[in-house]
C-alpha cells in the first residue's frame, strides 16, 4: 500500500519569498508523482508530474518539483511567490500497476501582501 | 470547453432524502472516478470506473453507488442522506495506462440538513 505525507499543512509566506511545501511517499513498487493545486471553491488542476526520465520536472507558472527515490520525496519548488499562488496544494502517487491515486493531506500555502 | 463538468455545484437537502449528482467528461478518457472531499481538504477516493470494471472503496456504505450511462458520465446516487455525507465530491477522469493523470470537475458542494 501507498501513502503520501505532507508534513506541513499551512505555510505562510510573503509575496516574492521563496517557497518549499514537502512531500514523502512510501511504496514498495514504482511511482508516479503529481502535485495538483486547488483554488478556493474551485477544483484541482493538475499542476506538474513525474513519470520518468529527467527527475527535476516544471510547471508553466514557475513550480518545480523534484523526484528524489532515495529520500522518497517529491518536494514542491518556487522561487518567488505572487498572491495569486494561495491555494491548496496536493501532492499524489499512483503506482506502477493500476491508476488508483493516493492523495496527500494537503499543504495550505497563504502567500501575504 | 469544458473538460469535466459535474451538476449541480451546490446541493442542499435534508436527512434520509435520496440525490444524485452528474458528470461527464468530454476528454475521450476511459476510467471515471469520484472523490469526496471533508472540511479538512482530505480526498478519499470513492469509486473508480470503466468499461470493464467497478472498483469500490471498501469504506463507502452501500448506500452510495455509481451508474455510468455511457463511457463519458458517470453519476453519483446517494440513498437515504445522512449528515455525515455532507462534503465535496469531485468527478475526475483520466486515460487508461500506467501514471495517467486525472482531471477533475468543479465539484459539488453537498450539505445535508
Known amino acids: 500500500a501507498q501513502s503520501v505525507t505532507q508534513l506541513d499543512s499551512q505555510v505562510p509566506v510573503f509575496e516574492e519569498a521563496p517557497v518549499e511545501l514537502r512531500c514523502n511517499y512510501s511504496?514498495?513498487?514504482?511511482?508516479?508523482l503529481f502535485w495538483y493545486v486547488q483554488y478556493p471553491n474551485q477544483g484541482l488542476q493538475l499542476l506538474l508530474k513525474?513519470?520518468?526520465?529527467?527527475?527535476l520536472v516544471e510547471s508553466i507558472n514557475g513550480f518545480e518539483a523534484e523526484f528524489n527515490k532515495s529520500q522518497t520525496s517529491f518536494h514542491l519548488r518556487k522561487p518567488s511567490v505572487h498572491i495569486s499562488d494561495t491555494a491548496e496544494y496536493f501532492c499524489?502517487?499512483?503506482?506502477?500497476?493500476?491508476?488508483?491515486?493516493?492523495f496527500g493531506p494537503g499543504t495550505r500555502l497563504s502567500v501575504l501582501p | 470547453d469544458t473538460a469535466v463538468s459535474q451538476t449541480p455545484k451546490y446541493l442542499v437537502t435534508q436527512m434520509g432524502n435520496d440525490k444524485s449528482i452528474k458528470c461527464e467528461q468530454n476528454?475521450?478518457?476511459?476510467?471515471m472516478y469520484w472523490y469526496k472531499q471533508d472540511s479538512k481538504k482530505f480526498l478519499k477516493i470513492m469509486f473508480s470506473?470503466?468499461?470493464?470494471?467497478?472498483?469500490i472503496n471498501e469504506t463507502v456504505p452501500n448506500r452510495f453507488s455509481p451508474k455510468s450511462p455511457d463511457k463519458a458520465h458517470l453519476n453519483l446516487h446517494i440513498n437515504s442522506l445522512e449528515l455525515g455525507d455532507s462534503a465535496v465530491y469531485f468527478c475526475?477522469?483520466?486515460?487508461?495506462?500506467?501514471?495517467?493523470?486525472?482531471?477533475f470537475g468543479p465539484g459539488t458542494r453537498l450539505t445535508v440538513t
Open positions: 475526475a477522469s483520466s486515460q487508461a495506462g500506467r501514471g495517467a493523470p486525472q482531471y
Open positions: 511504496s514498495s513498487v514504482s511511482v508516479y
Open positions: 513525474y513519470l520518468s526520465g529527467s527527475t
Open positions: 499524489a502517487v499512483t503506482h506502477n500497476y493500476g491508476q488508483n491515486f493516493v
Open positions: 476528454l475521450g478518457h476511459d476510467t
Open positions: 470506473y470503466n468499461n470493464k470494471e467497478l472498483i
